[in-house]
């Protein structure tokens, strides 16, 4: 598995920003495609962007594309999520996750991933 620790998280005002980073260690992060999931009180996890392991495919939830960039860099085993233009309805606790398969296709829901961080809160007010 891969082991990942995510920061960056906290609190900010509607339309401000807020950048998220996830560092890797364990086994050969350039080889998995990763992602930065959300999960808000009472509803599912979901995924909000996700980077292929090449770095060249990237995938945006609706809700966040526009607002919201995912990059990698594989020489700092680092994933980061920007997010611009916040708003009240992305207050979650976000998640960085590591797909399930090295140097696969792109994964696209919870159970293509098999590693996952402790999660950092981000909250948005009005």
């Known amino acids: 598995q891969v082991q990942l620790v995510e920061s960056g998280g906290g609190l900010v005002q509607a339309g401000g920003s807020l950048r998220l980073s996830c560092a890797a260690s364990g086994r050969t992060f350039s080889n998995y495609a990763m992602g930065w999931f959300r999960q808000a009180p009472g509803a599912e996890r979901k995924l909000v962007a996700a980077i292929s392991w090449s770095g060249y495919i990237t995938y945006y939830a609706d809700s966040v594309r526009g607002r919201f960039t995912i990059t990698r860099d594989n020489a700092k085993s680092t994933v980061d999520l920007q997010m611009n233009s916040l708003k009240p309805d992305d207050t979650a606790v976000y998640y960085c996750?590591?797909?399930?398969?090295?140097?696969?296709?792109?994964?696209?829901?919870?159970?293509?991933?098999?590693?996952w961080g402790q999660g950092t809160q981000v909250t948005v007010s009005s």
């Open positions: 996750a590591a797909d399930r398969h090295p140097l696969g296709t792109m994964p696209s829901n919870v159970a293509d991933f098999g590693s």
